[in-house]
């Protein structure tokens, strides 16, 4: 079992920038896969941004150059660094774990609340 807590979320102006962490317990964070997602009201959750255990990193069109994610495998952390904030980035933001040799065991955070005001 995976617990994972994010922290980081909060209201900005748009132009700004947020660092979202997200720490995890509970098992070997150097085997997970791990992502950000973002659900905005009344839409889908939608993929963010993705690293691997190698540290590849793959991104959404609408963040790529924005956005940057990472991890500290030391510290069982993942971050999303966020910059150039716009109101469309208003979302609850989860950050999303899984092993990386199984697709069917997937660890979700409570999720953090981003607000990017015009």
């Known amino acids: 079992q995976v617990q994972l807590v994010e922290s980081g979320g909060g209201l900005v102006q748009a132009g700004g920038s947020l660092r979202l962490s997200c720490a995890a317990s509970?098992?070997?964070?150097?085997?997970?896969?791990l992502g950000w997602y973002r659900q905005a009201p009344g839409k889908q959750r939608e993929l963010v941004a993705v690293i691997n255990t190698g540290g590849s990193t793959n991104y959404a069109d609408s963040v790529k150059g924005r956005f940057t994610i990472s991890r500290d495998n030391a510290k069982s952390t993942v971050y999303l660094q966020m910059n150039s904030l716009k109101p469309e980035d208003t979302a609850v933001y989860y950050c999303h774990a899984r092993p990386s040799y199984t697709v069917t065991q997937n660890y979700w955070g409570q999720g953090t609340q981003v607000t990017v005001s015009s």
């Open positions: 509970g098992s070997t964070f150097s085997i997970m896969v």
